[in-house]
């Protein structure tokens, strides 16, 4: 949980940073009276000084129901702006301003716009995972927990685009029966696990059960033996009987699968690679004194013009509407 205290002298000598930083954290909660939301992929560190940590749904929930003042949150750029749009009178934090998303990237406003003008009288269901001016252009939010639940609630004579993920519209799919028009964007870390290796894996640990997030390609998804949110890949971790998975997904979560299955043995599912591609390299620009400077400088916040913020809000309200 603690930071390398050799790490926090030195900076504490520069002058930047408090000796003990989970306490002074904790200080500027109460001061603020802030919450932190962390996602599962955050590093270790976070999630243990989190107030709440969750998946999309799980954390859009918890920014709707908060009574605090100040909302700091260890996610990502889209996540922050989630918060924001549902708070519009609250003081939203992210500790770095840079942790994009490549699917959201994967999605451009101007380019969108004219997708969805070339497919009139369509409905638009996006994935939480896209910027606040593709959720203003959206008819209805998802995320990956409720995302089939969602669609099969839409009338079925009624033509849909999903945005902005590929592969969790495929899975959609495939789950709904449904002809869905397809954005063509992607997560650059959920496409790049390999195949050949998840089976090499299953191989070398037979008992094992592989997981999977939907946002992964169908290649590796009709290897899991559970495909679901991150949410839900935890909690079929803690009541699986088995004692050995393969994580197809971002290898945060492991670390509260550990927690929640201590005696239970997690294996990262490897990527194409020989490298660290399977760590989402925005969730980890995040850190532990990024928070605490973020906290202490009341800075970098989080802020949207109302009329996009209001327009994305919409949507927003239909999903958690439909997801009860």
């Not at 549902?86 to 969108?112: R, W």
């Not at 497919?119 to 959720?135: E, M």
């Not at 203003?136 to 099969?152: E, H, P």
């Not at 509260?256 to 005696?263: D, G, N």
Request: proline share 6%; aromatic share 6%; hydrophobic share 45%.
């Amino acid at each position: 949980m603690f930071t390398t205290a050799l790490a926090q002298r030195e900076k504490t000598e520069q002058g930047d940073l408090p000796l003990d930083l989970f306490a002074a954290i904790e200080a500027l909660k109460q001061e603020l009276n802030a919450v932190i939301l962390a996602h599962y992929y955050q590093e270790p560190d976070i999630q243990d000084i989190a107030d709440f940590i969750g998946d999309s749904l799980q954390l859009a929930k918890a920014a709707a129901d908060t009574n605090a003042d100040v909302i700091v949150f260890a996610g990502v750029h889209f996540m922050a702006e989630t918060a924001k749009i549902l708070n519009p009178d609250k003081m939203v934090l992210l500790p770095d301003l840079n942790a994009g998303c490549s699917l959201a990237d994967s999605c451009p406003t101007e380019a969108f716009a004219a997708f969805k003008a070339a497919h009139p009288n369509h409905l638009v269901v996006s994935y939480i995972n896209c910027s606040a001016d593709i959720k203003a252009m959206s008819d209805i939010i998802c995320t990956s927990s409720n995302a089939v639940k969602i669609v099969q609630q839409i009338p079925i004579d009624q033509p849909i685009i999903f945005a902005p993920d590929r592969n969790l519209g495929r899975y959609v799919i495939e789950k709904t029966g449904r002809d869905l028009v397809l954005w063509e964007g992607s997560c650059v870390v959920h496409e790049t696990f390999s195949e050949k290796k998840i089976v090499q894996l299953k191989i070398a640990h037979p008992e094992a059960e592989a997981i999977a997030h939907p946002e992964c390609e169908t290649s590796v998804l009709r290897h899991a033996n559970f495909i679901g949110s991150t949410a839900a890949l935890l909690k079929y971790c803690e009541q699986s009987p088995s004692q050995e998975f393969i994580v197809a997904t971002e290898p945060g979560i492991i670390h509260q699968m550990q927690k929640q299955a201590p005696y239970k043995h997690f294996i990262p599912a490897p990527p194409l690679n020989n490298c660290a591609c399977n760590e989402c390299p925005f969730m980890r620009l995040n850190t532990l004194e990024k928070l605490y400077s973020a906290m202490k400088n009341r800075s970098p916040e989080i802020t949207l013009p109302e009329n996009i913020r209001m327009a994305a809000l919409r949507p927003i309200q239909r999903m958690l509407e439909m997801s009860v």
